[in-house]
């Protein structure tokens, strides 16, 4: 089975552009969740969608967007850059059934605002 | 409440010896806690999770140790190798929730 797979790998970007990250979750998992990790601050949650639905939404602005396909696929969008946005971004899908369905990291999208 | 506090930060352990890693947690509505690993340009991945239903699980050189009473659970790697040189981290949640509450990741470094 073909894991998460995330694009682009690498992403440099200039401050107040905005930018467009892919996720493609493993085969038959419905749930996608995105991450901000920073060397600082950890995996910080951005949201999860289910279903197309976004089920859950972490403490980020309104720049920080997403939405999910009828495939599963799943888009991160973040408008307006900021220098504090540039971070490993990761993607991890599951099959979004609580605690028994282990999460799915793909490897990231470096991106770098400058 | 729905913090989970993981230290240390980071942990220096020569080749062969025990690397310990603990979390602490306050939501007592927690019941299920994974640990996961990352290496250098990956993304985490589940290592080895537990129940509250049992004290230790084990998974080869991994065991986590779990004290309901204390709150705390605990990562053990016995003959830590220096393929085992990650970043560590803890996780919390209860069924019915659809999120981990992370703790904050401990770098090992394991010296040959």
């Known amino acids: 089975k073909a894991g998460v797979t995330q694009t682009p790998r690498y992403l440099i970007k200039t401050r107040g552009q905005q930018v467009t990250l892919s996720c493609s979750p493993i085969?038959?998992?419905?749930?996608v969740s995105w991450y901000q990790q920073t060397p600082g601050q950890g995996l910080q949650f951005l949201f999860e969608?289910?279903?197309?639905?976004?089920?859950n939404k972490g403490n980020f602005p309104g720049r920080f967007s997403g939405r999910q396909f009828s495939n599963s696929r799943s888009e991160m969008n973040v408008s307006t850059l900021e220098l504090g946005d540039s971070a490993l971004y990761l993607c991890?899908?599951?099959?979004?059934?609580?605690?028994?369905?282990?999460?799915?990291f793909g490897n990231g999208t470096r991106l770098t605002v400058t | 409440q729905q913090q989970v506090k993981q230290s240390p930060q980071s942990l220096i352990v020569q080749k062969g010896g025990i690397s310990i890693i603990n979390c602490a947690y306050e939501?007592?509505?927690?019941?299920?806690f994974p640990w996961y690993q990352q290496f250098p340009g990956k993304g985490p991945a589940l290592l080895i999770a537990?129940?509250?239903d049992v004290s230790e699980k084990k998974e080869g050189r991994f065991t986590i140790s779990f004290n309901k009473s204390a709150k705390q659970f605990s990562l053990h790697i016995m003959d830590s190798q220096p393929g085992d040189s990650a970043t560590y981290f803890c996780a919390a949640t209860w069924e019915g929730n659809y999120q981990l509450i992370w703790g904050a990741g401990t770098k090992l470094i394991i010296k040959p």
């Open positions: 537990i129940r509250p």
């Open positions: 991890a899908s599951s099959l979004g059934q609580g605690s028994n369905s282990p999460l799915h």
């Open positions: 969608y289910f279903s197309e639905t976004q089920r």
């Open positions: 085969s038959g998992h419905r749930s």
């Open positions: 939501n007592t509505a927690f019941d299920y």
